[in-house]
């Protein structure tokens, strides 16, 4: 078992000690803020729906700045990703947060099961799409495909108040293919099925479309089963690609 950040009675997590962390960090503020845009800056937050402000970097300058920022590291351990990622949280600007993801993504093998405390913290904290996919596809996904005990975890997930923990979820298995465990993911879809909220219903139709790509067959006959519970926008995604 690795050393994640634990939880304290606020809420927030605490932060393990990382020489390694503590340079990226240093590197990453100067390098990242010395190109800051701040007029696209702007453009982005109206974009993102004012979830936070940002620097105004482009994705491609954006990860050539990381590889800068990386450069001549070793590679980390569970602690260094855990202080890597909540260091970043705690930053205001967004892309410190898409850094902190990126990180997580290359090095989501490094991670135990014990992580999984800490990436509930970070799709609930400051949540938006666009960090909260990533490590629901990638880093939780990453997580249960190698210790399948955490499926009992994506469980209690689905049943969450919190619309950004259900949703990932839902889309943690979107990268599984033939290892999906269709049972369980056509049961989640069920279970959220008359959730009012859109991003809820965009993640069952876009889990089920994919999925589709594996067994179009199952998900053809499971959405002619649930129509009548299924949101339209949800059975819109799924049969996309595959017609009804």
């Known amino acids: 078992m690795g050393v994640t950040a634990s939880g304290t009675s606020d809420g927030r997590s605490e932060m393990p000690g990382s020489a ?36 105004g970097l482009t994705t491609p300058d954006r990860r050539a700045l990381s590889r800068v920022v990386l450069a001549g590291t070793p590679r980390p351990d569970e602690a260094d990703c ?29 991670l135990s099961s014990g992580f999984l405390p800490v990436a509930r913290h970070l799709v609930s904290t400051v949540p938006w799409w666009d960090t909260v996919d990533l490590l629901a596809c990638h880093v ?42 269709a049972e369980r993911l056509f049961g989640y879809c069920v279970r959220q099925s008359g959730h009012p909220d859109f991003f809820i ?8 479309r994919e999925y589709a790509k594996t067994d179009p067959e199952a998900v053809r006959d499971f959405v002619a089963r649930e129509r009548e519970r299924l949101a339209p926008l949800s059975v819109r995604e799924a049969l996309r690609n595959i017609g009804p």
Request: charged residues 30%; glycine residues 2%; proline residues 3%.
């Open 20 to 55: 390694l962390a503590d340079t990226l960090l240093e590197r990453l503020t100067v390098t990242y803020a010395a190109s800051a845009d701040p007029e696209r800056a702007v453009s982005l937050r109206a974009y993102m729906k004012d979830i936070a402000p940002f620097l």
């Open 201 to 208: 219903r965009k993640a069952i139709g876009w889990c089920l």
């Open 82 to 110: 855990t202080a890597v990622a909540l260091h970043c949280w705690r930053l205001p600007e967004r892309e410190y947060q898409y850094f902190a993801v990126d990180y997580l993504r290359r090095n989501v093998r490094r």
């Open 140 to 181: 939780v996904g990453g997580l249960v495909a190698a210790d399948p005990k955490l499926r009992s975890d994506m469980d209690a997930w689905i049943e969450d108040d919190n619309l950004w923990v259900a949703r990932t979820a839902l889309l943690h298995q979107l990268r599984h293919k033939e290892a999906t465990d």
